[in-house]
């Protein structure tokens, strides 16, 4: 009768762990003396459990910290709590007394979205921060504005810098979403992509205005450049924050420059202009968050550039920046530039692959 009643719990067990082995959460069976009796294949990768089943590795931090959980569950409770693991990984667990004096250990792993709620929370601590300037211009404009017997040409004057304000918070808060969303994805659809429609449709977007600003655009693309392996949508935005900024910065006359031309195993983008240069002091810094540089009267998110930087470390790349800027009345221009890998036969084959 009692080999008959083990042979059941075994049968019992042996059906449990096929239906644990594929779950997408950690499994862990414990019993009394502190020995791991199960492990499906997700809670010995985030536990790195080499020798389960088997004692439970009492010199870890997380099973030092898990066991006086075990030992309180009883038949009718469970405990929970966050534990973190010194790879950095973060884990959700919930322990459950279940018959046979085990305890069955349910293991979440919490790293991404826990990431994901860190960085939604400082994004949002870093706007609020920004908003708070141009919110308290546009109030004392529009206090400006309501005055009765304020001068026609003062409240033009306050009109002009509520409505540039306004434009500005708008693009702050643009930039700090596009930030917010690429930030939250680790990695980026990516497909053959030819650059020649990418930094066309860019053009097309910008032409207007820099025709407005009497700004020349002038591009050189290799005929037989290669295929990149990229985002459209994402690399577009490169190209259009690179060559906004040298229109917006620029002067009437100034002359854009882009180059795109075949670098061995990539392809590489140069965009320079003739406008006003970066002071060297600002070139390492130009890419961090709501570092600005203010030239001609021209004052920007402060995220353009580190939006593009993200961008390209999505696509293993990097921001180079160069400028010939001397003093404050020099005006030799900047250098940005950037490879992009190319699209493989390999990779082309695996990505047709399912």
Not at 29 to 45: E, H, I, M, P
Not at 125 to 136: A, C, G, I, K, N
Not at 150 to 167: D, F, G, H, W, Y
Not at 181 to 187: F, I
Request: hydrophobic share 40%; with cysteine.
């Amino acid at each position: 009768m009692l080999l008959e009643k083990r042979r059941c719990s075994e049968m019992k067990r042996q059906a449990y762990r096929q239906l644990y082995e594929h779950l997408p959460l950690g499994i862990l069976l414990v019993d009394g003396k502190q020995t791991c009796v199960y492990a499906n294949l997700v809670a010995r990768r985030l536990l790195q459990l080499r020798d389960a089943p088997g004692p439970l590795p009492v010199s870890e931090p997380w099973v030092l910290a898990i066991l006086p959980s075990l030992a309180a569950v009883d038949g009718v409770s469970s405990t929970a709590q966050i534990l973190g693991l010194p790879a950095g990984q973060i884990l959700n667990w919930r322990a459950i007394a279940i018959p046979e004096n085990l305890r069955l250990v349910i293991l979440q792993d919490i790293t991404r979205l826990t990431q994901l709620k860190r960085t939604t929370g400082h994004l949002l601590d870093e706007l609020s921060h920004e908003l708070r300037t141009p919110v308290s211009v546009i109030a004392t404009h529009l206090h400006i504005l309501d005055q009765p017997n304020m001068a026609e040409p003062v409240k033009a004057e306050s009109l002009k810098l509520a409505q540039k304000e306004t434009q500005h918070m708008q693009q702050l808060v643009h930039d700090m979403l596009e930030l917010g969303r690429l930030e939250a994805r680790d990695t980026l659809d990516k497909r053959a992509l030819d650059l020649n429609d990418v930094v066309s449709q860019t053009l097309d977007e910008i032409a207007e205005q820099a025709t407005q600003k009497q700004i020349g655009i002038n591009v050189e693309i290799d005929s037989h450049l290669p295929l990149v392996e990229g985002n459209e949508v994402w690399l577009k935005r490169v190209y259009l924050n690179l060559i906004d900024n040298a229109v917006k910065h620029g002067r009437s006359g100034d002359q854009i420059n882009v180059e795109i031309t075949s670098a061995d195993d990539s392809v590489r983008s140069i965009i320079c202009d003739t406008g006003p240069g970066i002071p060297a002091k600002h070139v390492p810094l130009v890419i961090e968050r709501f570092h600005r540089v203010k030239r001609h009267g021209q004052l920007g998110s402060g995220l353009g550039l580190t939006l593009v930087s993200v961008i390209l470390q999505r696509h293993d790349s990097h921001l180079e920046i160069e400028s010939r800027h001397e003093d404050e009345h020099d005006e030799s221009g900047a250098c940005v530039s950037f490879l992009l890998p190319i699209r493989t036969p390999y990779r082309h084959e695996d990505a047709s692959v399912g």
